[in-house]
T-cell receptor, first 113, second 111 residues
Framework: NAGVTQTPKFRILKIGQSMTLQCAQD?????MYWYRQDPGMGLKLIYY???????DKGEVPNGYNVSRSTTEDFPLRLELAAPSQTSVYFC????????????FGNGTRLTVT | EDQVTQSPEALRLQEGESSSLNCSYT??????LFWYRQDPGKGPEFLFT???AGEEKEKERLKATLTKKESFLHITAPKPEDSATYLC????????????FGGGTRVLVKP
């Protein structure tokens, strides 16, 4: 049971570099999310998707982009990385029906220096 | 704007010493309140969903309760393996499936 898989686990970027955080789920969930978690702070929603081809902004979308070409994959793109994007990034998925809880991956720890 | 505040930020307990964590929230219409457990280096793991005031859910040494303004997570006779960060999140009726999280309570249970 893989669930939600995130790669890489760790990454160090230099200011101005770009990268893509990968997220894949094998539960056939329609809804997928990207959150960031800073120390002592709650998780903040970056982007979410309710199905393939549909994405929408969350609370903190600036500096990020997403795409959803398949049900399984929901990559997060960082363009022109900045120190403020140093954080732990979590991808999550849910069936989207009723009061379904979110299932989270184990995160990507990103440092921008 | 939805607000979720958890207290205390950190809690140190002796094994067997029961305690409660608080999650206070302000939303215009609560669809559900979720409790998650997060271990270091891992993603949050779902514990409970509460839907309406007066509801209670239990799992092993954990019991979650809900009022119109707050939720409590009671830890009864905790063991060291209960050490984790506990996160509370609310889902507003108008916000679809999106969750708004509190800052979490770090619980350390010493043997």
């Amino acid at each position: 049971n893989a669930g939600v898989t995130q790669t890489p686990k760790f990454r160090i970027l230099k200011i101005g570099q770009s990268m893509t955080l990968q997220c894949a789920q094998d539960m056939n969930h329609n809804y997928m999310y990207w959150y960031r978690q800073d120390p002592g702070m709650g998780l903040k929603l970056i982007y979410y998707s309710v199905g393939a081809g549909i994405t929408d902004k969350g609370e903190v979308p600036n500096g990020y982009n997403v795409s959803r070409s398949t049900t399984e994959d929901f990559p997060l793109r960082l363009e022109l990385a900045a120190p403020s994007q140093t954080s732990v990034y979590f991808c999550a998925s849910s069936p989207g029906t009723g009061y379904s809880p979110l299932h989270f991956g184990n995160g990507t720890r990103l440092t921008v220096t | 704007e939805d607000q979720v505040t958890q207290s205390p930020e950190a809690l140190r307990l002796q094994e067997g010493e029961s305690s409660s964590l608080n999650c206070s929230y302000t939303v215009s219409g609560l669809r559900g309140l979720f409790w998650y457990r997060q271990d270091p280096g891992k993603g949050p793991e779902f514990l409970f969903t509460l839907y309406s005031a007066g509801e209670e859910k239990e799992k092993e040494r954990l019991k979650a309760t809900l009022t119109k303004k707050e939720s409590f997570l009671h830890i009864t006779a905790p063991k060291p393996e209960d050490s984790a960060t506990y996160l509370c999140a609310v889902q507003e009726r108008a916000a679809g499936n999106k969750l708004t999280f509190g800052g979490g309570t770090r619980v350390l249970v010493k043997p």
